[in-house]
């Protein structure tokens, strides 16, 4: 009897185990209907699907930074640089840009991380299919990774660009900002920064705001800092929200702490403001030292005594 039981049992289960599955055998609820899994491949697929009634294409990616303002050519002295470029796409990806600056006008040399695009347009994808094939900007290059070279009106400004795909034969839009911030500050014509000078700024203590970008993103300085200007230049103090820096990099410079008790203070020159200020700061924090490049903005808006 109690193995007649025990089969009756596995009977009833396999029944019910059964109602509740599909063909497939993936269990299913007839009270609950919850949303379809995403897979990576299906991720993937969509990605990369564009066709001419509907366009599918990676999320939008922020460009710039709060608070940028046009840089033009004539702030930025004749030469080559290797700069950054944001995209907001990634299926339209950067992987080397050279700025060229010569007869007060920019242009560069962007090196693709494929060969997926035949033509560049410095607009709009409407105003793409609408110009002149005149107008369009051809791939150099035409191995794995081609090359276009384009004209830049201002860095550290929202550029629209459409780029045609061999492919699919559509404009696809894109928008790009050729980032100041990554050149090197000899690049720069004197006008290119709110000095002390520009801000009237007389000798004393003052208090500004200043932001913090860079590393992981969990590192942090205290807002505002301390800004002193002695003889005519500009000092700020830097607080870290922990005591694991141990030297800071500015301008080339190798700066020590004043103090590393509760936490990192350093007194750092200040070249200029409303600007991303390049840096670099050794932490402590990790198994070896490991110097970690930010960027510090203080804002000339807020410098108060």
């Excluded at 599955?21 to 897979?39: E, M, R, Y």
Aim: aromatic share 10%; proline share 3%.
């Amino acid at each position: 009897m109690k193995k007649v039981a025990i089969f009756t049992a596995a009977v009833l289960l396999s029944a019910v185990f059964y109602s509740c599955t599909d063909n497939s055998g993936n269990v299913s609820d007839s009270k609950t209907t919850t949303a379809p899994q995403t897979t990576a491949a299906e991720t993937t697929s969509e990605l990369t699907t564009e066709t001419a009634t509907e366009k599918v294409t990676a999320a939008q990616l922020e460009v710039g930074y709060e608070g940028m303002k046009a840089v033009p050519a004539e702030s930025v002295k004749p030469g080559e640089y290797d700069i950054k470029v944001d995209s907001s796409s990634s299926m339209f990806k950067i992987t080397a840009c050279r700025l060229i600056v010569e007869d007060g006008k920019m242009t560069a040399k962007m090196t693709m991380s494929g060969s997926g695009y035949e033509y560049l347009y410095m607009g709009t994808e409407e105003e793409a299919a609408k110009a002149a094939e005149s107008d369009r900007i051809a791939a150099e290059n035409a191995g794995e990774a081609v090359e276009f070279t384009v004209p830049v009106e201002a860095l550290d400004k929202e550029t629209d660009c459409a780029a045609f795909s061999r492919r699919k034969e559509q404009w696809y839009g894109r928008k790009l900002v050729f980032r100041a911030d990554s050149l090197p500050k000899e690049a720069f014509s004197g006008d290119m920064f709110v000095t002390v000078d520009s801000l009237s700024l007389e000798d004393g203590e003052y208090k500004v705001d200043v932001k913090l970008e860079g590393g992981s993103g969990k590192a942090s300085v205290q807002s505002p800092a301390k800004l002193e200007i002695k003889d005519g230049k500009a000092f700020a103090e830097i607080i870290w929200s922990s005591n694991k820096y141990d030297y800071m990099v500015v301008d080339g410079e190798k700066i020590m702490p004043v103090s590393m008790e509760e936490f990192s203070v350093f007194e750092i020159p200040v070249d200029g403001f409303d600007y991303k200020m390049s840096v670099a700061a050794d932490t402590t924090a990790m198994s070896t030292p490991h110097e970690i490049e930010y960027t510090l903005f203080f804002d000339s808006s807020s410098v108060n005594k």
